[in-house]
């Protein structure tokens, strides 16, 4: 139910037209920013408009939804609303390559909660969860960094 709220709201703000450019890529992006967004490119998967795959259309655009941060495929995306299938594809997408709680270390369950960290959805086990997660942004932005990349080594593998 939760996720459906997500999905409305969302909705609603694009709706409205607060879709905005979130960064132009050259400003203020360190080398570890760089890194952090190529996981989230790779983990992601699919533009939120169109469903295509992020980088057949050149570099993915980094734009903000509400907290959220994600990437369109192209600037033709930028003038669309989201697809609901698409944005639900793109959470479970992420929520599968963190797979487990960044607190407890668990396995996350059917319906987790959720953050923003920095515009990164944060997917935890519970409510206590998402304010520990608050409380140490970076650190367990770094663990999800390293989920992500062992998830997305593991489906290279196969």
């Given at each position: ?5 997500l999905f409305l709201a969302v909705a609603l703000i694009f709706g409205a037209g ?19 967004d190529q996981l989230r490119v790779a983990v992601q998967g699919i533009c939120p ?92 932005l770094k663990k999800i960094d390293d989920l992500y990349a062992a998830s997305l ?6």
């Amino acid at each position: 139910m939760r996720v459906v709220k997500l999905f409305l709201a969302v909705a609603l703000i694009f709706g409205a037209g607060q879709f905005v450019n979130a960064d132009d890529g050259h400003e203020g992006h360190d080398h570890g920013s760089a890194k952090r967004d190529q996981l989230r490119v790779a983990v992601q998967g699919i533009c939120p408009m169109s469903g295509e795959k992020l980088g057949e259309h050149g570099a993915p655009i980094k734009v903000k939804v509400g907290q959220e941060t994600v990437f369109v495929c192209c600037k033709g995306c930028l003038k669309d609303k989201i697809d609901p299938q698409h944005w639900a594809t793109i959470h479970s997408n992420i929520a599968k390559a963190q797979g487990i709680c960044p607190i407890m270390k668990k396995a996350l369950p059917k319906n987790p909660k959720w953050t923003f960290v920095n515009g990164q959805i944060v997917f935890v086990c519970c409510p206590p969860c998402t304010k520990k997660v608050a409380a140490a942004p970076e650190k367990h932005l770094k663990k999800i960094d390293d989920l992500y990349a062992a998830s997305l080594a593991k489906t290279a593998a196969k």
